[in-house]
């Protein structure tokens, strides 16, 4: 419960963030709209659902979750429903629970809906092809498929969904898999060049901030058994990206 008390669903969705950065900020916008209301979050819920490629995305595999659905519905940091108990005492101390919660939902929601549309939109792809973008969607946003047995998985390991996707991101599993169509790899290769190209930008900023520092300050930039490698400084604060 305690790693849940957070609002860092853009840690789980780091690629696609990289990937496309200004829609993740834009998500990032919804998430706090739909943080701290849950008419709010139902609104947001209800305007995805209208949008022209969610029945597809829906159809094709991309892995909208919901909040307080069962194990393998909820995002895996949520083991339990905030709705689960009722009382006024219970719903005063899962009220911050609850708000990340919606955080962490809207968050993704939004960002598997809008990065797959993103990448398909304007293209000719065969419904396959729409499959195989769907599941890097999902690992580009922390949901790993882990197949029938998915519960089970879920109550002996600790976020499974999400050690597979950075499993599968890591070992390009989506560009490199064999039944995988050459436009396909082309647009999924497309996607790492761009998450690159935002890890380059954030790692000249941070070697800008530290254009006036000694060299053990250096050393300790680019030294990643370091709390300060690949640090961005501002004054005496380090800001890690």
């Known amino acids: 419960m305690k790693a849940s008390w957070d609002f860092s669903g853009f840690r789980q969705a780091a690629f696609a963030s990289l990937a496309e950065p200004v829609l993740a900020l834009k998500a990032g916008r919804k ?3 739909g943080a701290w209301s849950e008419k709010q979050r139902l609104a947001i ?4 659902k209208k949008h022209p490629r969610y029945d597809e995305a829906k159809q094709k595999g ?5 909040v307080g659905g069962d194990l393998t519905a909820t995002e895996e940091e949520y083991m339990f429903s905030a709705t689960a108990f009722s009382g006024k005492t219970w719903g005063v101390l899962s009220y911050p629970y609850a708000v990340s919660e919606r ?3 809207t968050l993704l929601n939004v960002m598997r809906l809008e990065y797959y549309a993103t990448i398909v939109d304007g293209l000719p792809l065969t419904a396959q092809e729409q499959k195989d973008v769907a599941l890097h969607v999902n690992d580009a946003t922390g949901r790993g498929g882990i197949g029938p ?3 089970v998985i879920t109550r002996l390991i600790w976020s499974p ?3 597979l996707s950075r ?3 890591l070992t390009f599993k989506g560009a490199l898999r064999g039944d995988t169509s050459k436009t396909t790899k082309k647009l999924i290769l497309k996607q790492y060049a761009k998450a690159m190209r935002s890890v380059g930008v954030l790692l000249l900023l941070a070697a800008g901030s530290r254009w006036g520092d000694d060299w053990k300050e250096w050393l300790n930039f680019i030294d990643p058994r370091s709390s300060k ?5 501002i004054g005496n604060t380090y800001v890690d990206p």
Not at 45 to 48: A, K
Not at 229 to 233: P, Q, S, V
């Open 167 to 169: 499993w599968n991101l």
């Open 103 to 105: 955080a962490f939902s």
């Open 229 to 233: 490698f690949a640090t961005i400084k």
């Open 149 to 151: 047995n998915s519960e």
């Open 62 to 66: 991309v892995a909208f979750t919901e």
């Open 45 to 48: 819920e209800d305007e995805l």
């Open 31 to 33: 998430m706090f709209v």
């Open 161 to 163: 969904r999400l050690l």
